[in-house]
C-alpha cells in the first residue's frame, strides 16, 4: 500500500532543527535570499528599488546610492523594528508552519523563551500577512459555499431546571458572528466573518466569477445564488453527497477551524475571527504541500508593509 504523501520523506523539506543550528549570519543570508529572491538574492532599495546599494561591514544594512536610504533586511516589512534575531523569526514561521491545526501564543511563547504578548503579536502578525494574499481572490469553476456560527455562547446555569436553549437569539450574548467560506474545489479558499449568513451574499457575487457552479446546502440565506449562478443543493437531512451535489470541502475547513479553537486557542475574540478564519483557509490550501512552504510564508511576511494593527500593539494600552 502506497504511503501518504504527508507520511513520506519528502514532505518533510523543513527542518526545525536545521534553523536552530543556523548562526547568525547563516540565518540573515536565509532572509536575503528570500525577501531579494527576485533579484537573484541581491539586496535593493526599498524606497526608491534602485540596485545600487552601498553594504557596510560593521552593521546588517545597506545604503542606497541613488537616494542614500538605509535599510535592513527587515525594513519596511512586518518584521520592521524587530527585537528578536532572525534566527527566532525563522524558528517561530517553522513552528507556526508545522501546527496542522494552528498555534496558540502561549506555546509559541514557551517555545522560543518570550513573553506571551510577544508571541501574541508576532503570530498575528503571520495571519496579516497570510490575510493580505487573500484579498483580491477570485475564485471560479466548482465552488462550495457554507456557513458556521461562532461564539456568542453563554454559561449555562448549574440546575438543568434553569438551563436555557442556548440555539435562541434571546438567550446569546449578542456577540455571535458566522465565517462563510467559498472553497473552490482543487483550488482557493476564502473565508469571510458576517452577522448572518445572508449578509454574505454581496460578497460572494464579488469574489465568485460568472458561470461558476455553486455547492450549497438548503440554508434559506443560499436562495438569493440561483439568481446569478447555477446553484446545486444537497439536504444534509437526507445525505452529505448526491450527485455530485455536496458541501464536503467547505465542511473539511469548518472541521480545522473548530479544532483550532477547540484544541489549540479555546477562545478566539470575535475581533479577531477573520484572521484565524484567514489562517485556517490558507493551512486548507496547503495541506498537501511539503513543509517547506515556510519560504511561501516567509516570502509573504516580508513583502508586506509595515503592519498598521499590530505594530505597538500593546504601547497602545490594550490589555
Not at 438567550?171 to 458576517?194: A, D, H, I, S, Y
Not at 460578497?203 to 440565506?221: C, F, K, L, P, W
Not at 490558507?282 to 503592519?307: C, F, I, K, M
Amino acid at each position: 500500500m502506497a504511503r501518504h504523501f504527508l507520511l513520506s520523506a519528502k514532505a518533510r523539506t523543513l527542518s526545525l532543527a536545521a534553523i536552530l543550528r543556523m548562526t547568525d549570519d547563516q540565518a540573515h543570508a536565509a532572509f536575503v535570499a528570500i525577501r531579494w529572491a527576485d533579484n537573484g538574492g541581491e539586496a535593493f532599495c526599498p524606497r526608491c528599488e534602485c540596485t545600487a546599494v552601498y553594504t557596510y561591514a560593521a552593521r546588517r544594512i545597506w545604503k542606497c546610492k541613488a537616494c542614500n536610504h538605509q535599510f535592513s533586511v527587515t525594513s519596511g516589512t512586518i518584521f520592521a523594528s524587530r527585537k528578536l534575531p532572525i534566527r527566532d523569526l525563522l524558528a517561530a514561521i517553522a513552528i507556526f508552519v508545522n501546527a496542522a491545526k494552528g498555534l496558540s501564543a502561549l506555546q509559541l511563547g514557551r517555545d522560543l523563551d518570550v513573553q506571551y504578548k510577544t508571541a501574541f503579536v508576532l503570530a498575528h502578525k503571520l495571519r496579516e500577512a497570510i490575510g493580505a494574499g487573500q484579498a483580491s481572490a477570485m475564485l471560479s469553476g466548482h465552488v462550495e459555499v457554507d456557513g458556521a456560527y461562532f461564539g456568542g455562547s453563554v454559561r449555562q446555569e448549574n440546575r438543568k431546571e434553569d438551563r436555557k436553549d442556548r440555539r435562541l437569539a434571546q438567550n446569546q450574548t449578542g456577540k455571535r458572528q458566522v465565517v462563510v467560506v467559498m472553497r473552490e474545489r482543487g483550488g482557493r479558499t476564502l473565508p469571510f466573518v458576517f452577522r448572518a449568513e445572508a449578509d454574505a451574499i454581496p460578497t460572494i457575487r464579488d469574489r465568485v466569477a460568472t458561470g461558476t457552479t455553486i455547492y450549497a446546502d438548503e440554508a434559506a440565506s443560499w436562495d438569493a445564488l440561483h439568481a446569478r449562478f447555477e446553484t446545486k443543493r444537497i439536504n444534509h437531512s437526507i445525505a452529505f453527497s448526491d450527485d455530485g451535489a455536496c458541501t464536503n470541502q467547505a465542511e473539511s475547513y469548518f472541521s480545522r477551524l473548530r479544532r483550532a479553537e477547540w484544541g489549540q486557542h479555546h477562545h478566539i475574540s470575535g475581533k479577531y475571527l477573520g484572521a484565524y478564519a484567514g489562517e485556517m483557509a490558507w493551512r486548507e490550501d496547503t495541506r498537501r504541500q511539503a513543509n517547506g512552504v515556510l519560504h511561501q510564508l516567509a516570502a509573504a511576511a516580508l513583502g508586506h508593509g509595515v503592519s498598521r494593527v499590530w505594530a505597538g500593539y500593546w504601547q497602545r494600552g490594550r490589555a
